[in-house]
Each structure stands twice: as structure tokens, then as C-alpha cells.
């Protein structure tokens, strides 16, 4: 069984800068995508990046130039720069691992405060 812990969360200002880490516990296939959602509260968790094996990443419109999803070679971790944070960026932050129908694995979530 994989485990994921994220950690890098915290209170920021309007404007700074977070570097979320997704460490991964267990056996992982280098072949699997990996994701940042985020989730305020009473509201859908939803998909603000995602990249895949090869390198391949993608963002939602509202992060485009602000956030850089990455992956180490070792396959351990993931990370989500964020640049530039807004309120609107105030969430709790999900760490996603996915492969197929093989497994789907989801971090424990954390804090994003961006106080205007």
C-alpha cells in the first residue's frame, strides 16, 4: 500500500510563494500520472495540474504562469510551485497518483491561506 504525505502548506500573503511536497511511501510505477487538486470548503475537489510520466503537465486556466507541477526521477516525490498566490488560491491542497484502473492514491490534503 502507497502512501502519500503532503506537506508545504501554511498562511501566506497575497502576491508570495508556497512550494507544496507530495512524498510517496511504497512502491509507485514511474508509469502513473500525478496531480495537485484542491478543495475549499463545501465546494468539489478539483484539478489545478497534472503530469505525467514523460514530463507532459497541464494546469487549470486560473494557475496557468503562476504554479509549476514537477516530479523527481526517483519517482518519490511531487511538487506544486506556487508564485503569484491569490485568495481565490485558498484551498486545502491534494497530492493524486494514478495509474489506470491499477491504483489511485490521494495525500491526506493540506492548509493553503493567502490573506489578501
Known amino acids: 500500500q502507497v502512501k502519500l504525505v503532503e506537506s508545504g502548506g501554511g498562511l501566506v500573503q497575497a502576491g508570495g510563494s508556497l512550494r507544496l511536497s507530495c512524498a510517496a511511501s511504497?512502491?509507485?510505477?514511474?508509469?502513473?500520472?500525478a496531480a495537485w487538486y484542491r478543495q475549499v470548503q463545501g465546494g468539489q475537489r478539483d484539478l489545478v495540474a497534472v503530469?505525467?510520466?514523460?514530463?507532459?503537465?497541464n494546469y487549470v486556466d486560473s494557475v496557468k504562469g503562476r504554479f509549476t507541477i514537477s516530479r523527481d526521477n526517483a519517482n518519490t516525490m511531487v511538487y506544486l510551485q506556487m508564485n503569484n498566490l491569490k485568495p481565490e488560491d485558498t484551498a486545502v491542497y491534494y497530492c493524486?497518483?494514478?495509474?489506470?484502473?491499477?491504483?489511485?492514491?490521494w495525500g491526506q490534503g493540506t492548509q493553503v491561506t493567502v490573506s489578501s
Open positions: 493524486n497518483r494514478r495509474l489506470g484502473t491499477i491504483y489511485n492514491y
Open positions: 511504497g512502491s509507485t510505477f514511474r508509469a502513473d500520472v
Open positions: 503530469i505525467t510520466s514523460g514530463g507532459t503537465t
